[in-house]
């Protein structure tokens, strides 16, 4: 099978490195001529993925043209910019297995629905879990839930994606294994301004707790499973960017907490965080979901500049409330 990869981040290319290393050949779309050149010459990817030997059989390209002979396409791009990307590719009936972790701004749409509005006759797998894409690209142990309705083609993509350091487990629950990753993300800036603000691990496991229980309300109401939430793509992949600042979410969170203006950690980075643009699309989804999400709420407000006390204190001043 020839894989085409879309997105020329580090997520993109880690999952490049484990197609290539497993003997496909893999067509990488990236946006900037400097990745392409990288990639195709120095067999690096300088921008996002500094450090990491890549495969030489990797081929990149700034032209979506090349990707027509893939059999299947893995699209990277960061969620805000799926639709985007996704209109200018001839995609046909060939799967496209979603890695980006968000929900689109303006239409609430999970990244799946986008795809389906672009594309109708593709069929869409999720691929998500706790993956750092630097650990990936390095070979260490990884497993991820590889969401798809159906089932056969499930397989055939688990078995083609697989590697002996990367583990796909398979699920039919598309819009839970969706969830998971787009929630956790705005969980983790939370996590991130704990740390910041020096509040302590028992407040960033409540916090972790609490969040999960958070995205399992919100999950449930729009059609997902519980075991997806508690699995790989939820409350794993929660746990991981929740504790490291390796995620990029985590480390907003962190800047947030020591009192940084969100404005300022946002300018001028050339790598995402996603959770700074899922956060308000959440509110507004939860809100028509009729669903509770103080700290979703909370991470909107510190995002929209509300001072860090304020917004815990307000947070913890809520009135008491069952566990279940
Ligand atoms: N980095 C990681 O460890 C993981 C990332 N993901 C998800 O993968 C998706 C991509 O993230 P990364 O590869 O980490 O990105 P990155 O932060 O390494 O790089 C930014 C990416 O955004 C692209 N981009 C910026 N503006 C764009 C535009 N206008 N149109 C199209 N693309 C544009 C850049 O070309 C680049 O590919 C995100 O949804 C992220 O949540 C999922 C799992 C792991
Ligand atoms: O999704 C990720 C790991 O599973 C990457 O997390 P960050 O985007 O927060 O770095």
């Known amino acids: 099978m020839k894989i085409g990869v879309i997105g020329g981040g580090a997520w993109g290319t880690a999952l490049a490195q484990v197609a290539a290393h497993r003997g496909e050949h893999v067509t990488l779309w990236a946006r900037e001529p400097e990745v392409v050149e990288g990639i195709n010459g120095a067999h690096e990817n300088r921008l996002f993925l500094a450090g990491v030997p890549l495969s030489p059989s990797i081929r990149a390209t700034a032209d979506f043209a090349d990707l027509a002979t893939s059999d299947a396409l893995l699209v990277v791009a960061p969620a805000q910019h799926v639709r985007g990307v996704l209109a200018q590719i001839d995609v046909g009936t060939r799967p496209l297995v979603l890695c980006a972790k968000g929900i689109e701004a303006g ?5 799946g629905e986008v795809a389906r509005q672009v594309h109708p006759q593709a069929p869409v797998a999720v691929l998500s879990g706790p993956t750092f894409a630097h650990e990936v690209a390095a070979g260490l142990p990884t497993a991820v839930t590889l969401a798809v309705a159906d089932e056969a083609l499930g397989s055939a993509l688990s078995e083609r994606l697989a590697a002996p350091h990367f ?11 969706e969830i998971g990753g787009a929630v956790k993300n705005v969980l983790a800036i939370a996590c991130g ?7 302590g691990q028992n407040a960033r496991a409540a916090l972790i707790a609490r969040g999960f229980a958070e995205m399992t309300r919100f999950g449930l109401a729009r059609g997902a499973r519980a075991e997806t939430l508690a699995g790989l793509s ?7 960017t929740c504790s490291s600042t390796s995620s990029r979410n985590f480390s907003l969170g962190l800047g947030l907490g020591q009192g940084r203006a969100a404005a300022e950690l946002l300018a001028d980075r050339r790598t995402v965080a996603e959770g700074a643009f899922t956060a308000p699309v959440l509110r507004e989804a939860a809100a028509e979901a009729d669903v509770d999400m103080p700290v979703t709420a909370a991470v909107c407000r510190l995002l929209e500049g509300a001072p860090v006390r304020e917004v815990i204190d307000a947070l913890l001043a809520r009135p008491l409330r069952q566990e279940v």
């Open 234 to 240: 939820g409350l794993g992949d929660l746990v991981l």
């Open 193 to 199: 301004v704990v740390e910041g603000a020096g509040l």
């Open 107 to 111: 239409t609430r749409s999970l990244v």
């Open 167 to 177: 583990r796909p487990y398979a699920s039919r629950d598309v819009v839970g294994a």
